[in-house]
């Protein structure tokens, strides 16, 4: 009886090893052979070479490069509990699209965009990024969602040397020299904290501050920063509370905290935390100031709360809101409106923060194709890492795009307070933009710049 | 001692979310014979229907009602197509298929619902019944738990005052017999899941307003509403509710009082689970459950 | 000893397992690194998913909760290797232990706790580690994870690329653990662990220690999950780093699935089953995203029903039925046989018995 199971077993098994060898192809080859790397190597300077390590790089630097187009590749979930995600790339989509109908693509090279689903799990994120680079013969990758997910491929990319450009996340990490090709977007959640801390000084300097944090790097991100900022003021920490991403209700951390009567909580929150946590602090006596993460501003979030949950709710933001009538006349949201609906389709939500985002780093993206000397990766790379107050999308006017190679990675670091008003339905400004050029990297707290 | 009677009310608050999904396991498990791994997505998929009723301008209440009894049939079917085939004995097929079911509802929920959470609209104020000094009990607390013991009410009158609960009495004791004493079997068992799959509905309705509805509503939830079943009794309407209460209250003060548990309280549940199924099987109000061999 | 007669039958066997040999060790040369790699994980997990078969397959012990063995087993290599400095092989007896002392531990509750209740306590237990590995981030690193130091072939074997050592030495890790589950199987140890499936009490009546060899298997099955997870994570070609969400709830589900999609109690089951689910699911997200989930939960439906000795099983059935068609099927020709001879007197005397046994 077992024998008979055995060679059957054998059978099936060749059988499907054959469907996969159909369906997968082979395509293994020994070296690198011809490629481009010589010429375009020649094009870049010496210190960029450097940098960027050209002389140990895998991959053919003009890869996913045609006469006439230009291939981008991105992983992010669009399947699960993490799909809201996937609004973003509505926003760069409509933008990609308009620039090849209107514009005649980057340079005369129609954009060609592939997105593969991760379910926000790293393990796919990395075979994913294998499959764009190697199967589909991606150009770059853009817009890669997620802090693990991005850890888990730019080993790789920075090894193979493809552009792994303005990730989904504002970690500190990618400010790391030794991952030159990995180039965030988010301004740190660092900042944030020392934002928050700066605004107490200055307004209450003998606040009592509270935390509910997300239990993980994220959220600490928060904390450790804010207590760095702190050090040495009479601004005091009084309670602090963490949950976990999987489990949403934060009634009892906040009937804790609340239990503090805290002047003031900072929520290192996210995704459906927000609304939640917001409608609990509601529910209780307690009446603090309110500083929350930038990631809970979107309408699809601080929507879900109950009315007078999120008033008065104060965060940070480098965008424009498009429901604020300031930018009503502004060109730059008027083009995100006007073609945001024409190639974005009549389901696309112009009043989203989120494909607001989404907008302007696709935005961000055709302007690195198109100023960089040629459509070669170390060329697209040289110009990602010498952004120079570059306005794209419909990123705040007082916060254009500036990295400096080698010394400040990180691209948006003038970031704007504001504050919640339910009745306008927008965000109000507090105070002037502040300037964090060239600071993320002093101001984030030591382990939190290493993985 | 306010913050413990706050964290106390917080936990009686949770609780009567783990309640209300506990009575649906407890009720597919005292007609069925079956722990159903798949009931509280097949909730949150009924309240996503209560929620579309609902935002198309019929009243809540009329919402949830309509939703349950489309969750009547949909069990139903679900016990008919699904579950009947594979027969009571196989304990693998019958853990496979409800996970099955678990994955493809919540896929299918995310397909035509998206991933967007959304506000439920509320029966019940988030305002406070009764206050003592700055201890708040909701009326939507009260309101649920009220409701979860009329259904208790209900169930008990069913099982034990009407022909039919008797019918699935006795298919739940003894199919065989209860086939040949002429009790439409097939009936009774399609049944008890349709009203399994309407009281998840209800849990569902009940739970969304304060956690908001999205697609993950409920799988935070199985845990500790397997853990209410458990300290209930599986077989015990009444246990569910108690159970559920007590999970409640018990994760939430170990949760503020126990370094271990803070930040961790699924913990607790588990612990509460692995106790009772060794030390006291049948839960507090099951009934022991003696096996010929 | 009586010399193995080469019937036409162990031809075929032969023939097919040497083709299924080349095959098998020509992937790394014909797919690419991140294919391979894939190869690579597919084998790791036939591993985990082999000791669930032995666990759940042929004890019938029902376990939700086999991705948590995985993920300590995993974990375990990746702490060892990535914060204190061991080489990677090294690391394998001690995640193997580790997970075996769990295992017995599981195991002693699960005495007392049976069929469906078992499911859901191992089902607690399986999404309770992503929790437990989030409370101690400081040596697991959170939800961020750890990187995991690459796997470098040694000198001697300078010729191989990473992705193709990896696979190597986990491929031959799988077929030693294949071949001494199978002898396990077919010992009478294994006879006693099947019995205990079939029949506890009939069991217990002849002679079979429950306890001691239900807690064993449960040791066992766990200690295989590990050795697994550790193996997992040496596939460092494409990924070299650990996180939560690898070891969640659903590397469980996903192993239950393995498991009777493959065929729940045969041994070449869990290597198909896991083919599968590594494969189908990229190819199925390919066309639609969501609804590829739907489609799984769906396929595991229906293998219950239609299905439910899984892929082998079915093709056992499909021979079974097809011979019998044919009029091949050595069963009936001997019924015909004798059923021919009954009609007509036999000078040799009563009709054979064993045509009509099985």
Known sequence: ?451 | ?293 | MTRLALTPRRVVLGVLAVVLAVVVLYIPQYFVEFRTAQFTSVIAISIAVLGLALLTGFNGQISVGHGAFFGVGAYTTAILTADHGWSHLSTVPVAMILCLAIGVMVGLPALRISGLYLALVTLALATLFPLVIQKYSDVTGGSTGIGVPDFEPPDWASGLTEDQWAYYVILAFAVVTFVLVRNLIRSRVGRAIIAIRDGEVAAEVLGVNLARYKVATFGISAMIAGLGGSLFVMNTAVLDRVDPSQYTIARSIEFLAALVIGGAATIMGPVLGSLFIVFVPEFSSDINAELSRVIFGGVLIVMMLVLPGGVLGGLTRLEAGTLRRLGRDRQWRRLRATAAEADSPDPDGSPTVDGAAT
């Open chain 2, 1 to 293: 001692m306010e913050l413990f009677f706050n964290q106390v009310i917080n936990g009686i608050q949770q609780g009567a979310i783990y309640a209300a999904l506990a009575l649906a396991l407890v009720l597919i498990f005292r007609s069925n014979s079956l722990l159903n791994f798949a009931q509280g997505e097949m909730a949150m998929f009924s309240t996503f229907i209560a929620w579309i009723l609902a935002d198309n301008g019929f009243p809540v209440v009329f919402a949830i009602l309509a939703a349950m009894a489309v969750s009547v049939v949909g069990g139903a079917i679900i016990e008919r197509t699904l579950i009947r085939p594979v027969g009571s004995d196989n304990v693998l097929a019958i853990v496979i298929v409800t996970i099955g079911i678990f994955i493809a509802t919540n896929a299918l929920a995310g397909w035509i619902y998206g991933t967007d959470g959304r506000v439920f609209p509320r029966i019940f104020a988030n305002e406070s019944l009764v206050t003592f000094g700055d201890v708040t009990v909701t009326q939507e607390t009260t309101g649920i738990i009220a409701i979860l013991l009329v259904v208790v009410g209900l169930l008990y009158l069913l099982f034990q005052h009407t022909k039919v609960g008797l019918a699935m009495r006795a298919v739940s004791s003894n199919a065989e017999s209860a086939q040949l004493v002429g009790i439409r079997v097939g009936r009774i068992l399609m049944l008890g899941w349709g009203l399994a799959a309407a009281l998840g509905a209800l849990a569902g309705s009940l739970a969304a307003p304060q956690l908001n509805l999205s697609l993950n509503l409920m799988q935070g939830l199985l845990i500790y509403a397997f853990a209410a079943a458990t300290l209930g009794g599986f077989d015990s309407p009444l246990g569910a509710v108690v159970g559920g209460l007590i999970v409640g209250v018990t994760q939430t003060l170990a949760g503020q009082y126990i370094d271990f548990f803070d930040g961790f309280e699924l913990g607790s549940a588990f612990l509460l689970i692995l106790v009772v199924l060794l030390v006291r099987p049948q839960g507090l109000f099951g009934r022991a459950v003696v096996t010929r061999v």
């Open chain 1, 1 to 451: 009886m077992i024998r008979s199971n055995r060679s059957r077993a054998f059978v099936a098994l060749l059988a499907v090893l054959a469907l996969v060898a159909a369906a997968c192809g082979g395509g293994r080859s020994d070296s690198g052979g011809d490629n481009n790397n010589d010429a375009a190597a020649a094009n870049t300077d010496t210190a960029d070479a450097e940098y960027l390590h050209l002389d140990s790089c895998d991959g053919d630097f003009t890869q996913g490069v045609t006469a006439d187009t230009i291939k981008i590749g991105s992983s992010y979930p669009q399947s699960g509990t993490f799909a809201a995600f996937a609004e973003i790339s509505t926003g760069y989509q409509a933008y990609f699209d308009y620039v090849n109908e209107e514009l005649g693509g980057v340079d005369g090279h129609q954009i060609e965009f592939v997105s593969l689903d991760d379910g926000y799990e790293p393990g796919r994120t990395a075979t994913n990024a294998q499959r764009l680079v190697n199967e589909e013969g991606v150009f770059a990758l853009f817009n890669v969602i997620g802090t693990a997910n991005n850890l888990a491929i730019w080993d790789n990319l920075d090894e193979e040397c493809v552009p792994n450009l303005y990730t989904g996340t504002g970690s500190p990490l990618w400010g790391d020299p030794n991952h030159p090709w990995t180039i965030g977007s988010y301004p740190s959640y660092s900042l944030e904290g020392k934002l928050y801390a700066d605004y107490l000084i200055e307004n209450d300097p003998t606040a009592t501050v509270a935390f509910l944090t997300q239990n993980d790097d994220f959220g600490r991100a928060y904390v450790d920063t804010f207590k760095q900022s702190i050090e040495g003021t009479d601004i005091e920490v009084v309670g602090e509370e963490t949950y976990e991403i999987a489990n949403t209700d934060t009634s009892s951390q906040i009937t804790s905290l609340a239990a503090t009567d805290a002047d003031a909580v900072v929520l290192g929150t996210t995704a459906l935390a927000c609304p939640t946590t917001l409608n609990a602090i509601n529910g209780t006596n307690w009446d603090p100031t309110i500083f929350i993460s930038g990631t809970c501003t979107s309408p699809t979030l601080v929507g879900l709360a109950e009315p007078g949950a999120a008033e008065g709710i104060i965060s940070i933001t480098t965008l424009m809101d498009p429901r604020d009538p300031q930018w009503d006349d502004n060109e730059a949201m008027a083009l995100f409106q006007e073609k945001g609906r024409e190639y974005g389709g009549p389901d696309i939500d112009l009043e989203n923060t989120i494909v607001a985002y989404g907008w302007t780093m696709g935005a961000l993206l055709v302007d690195t194709l198109s100023n960089a000397t040629e459509l070669t990766r170390p060329a697209v790379m040289e110009q990602a890492l010498n952004l120079d107050n570059v306005i794209a999308g419909v990123t705040l006017p007082t916060s254009p795009f500036n990295t400096s190679q080698g010394e400040d990675k990180f691209l948006w670091e003038n970031v704007q307070l504001m504050q919640y008003n339910e009745d306008l339905g927008y965000y109000e400004f507090i105070g002037d933009p502040v300037d964090f050029e060239g600071q993320t990297a002093e101001l984030a707290p030591e382990d939190l710049l290493t993985p």
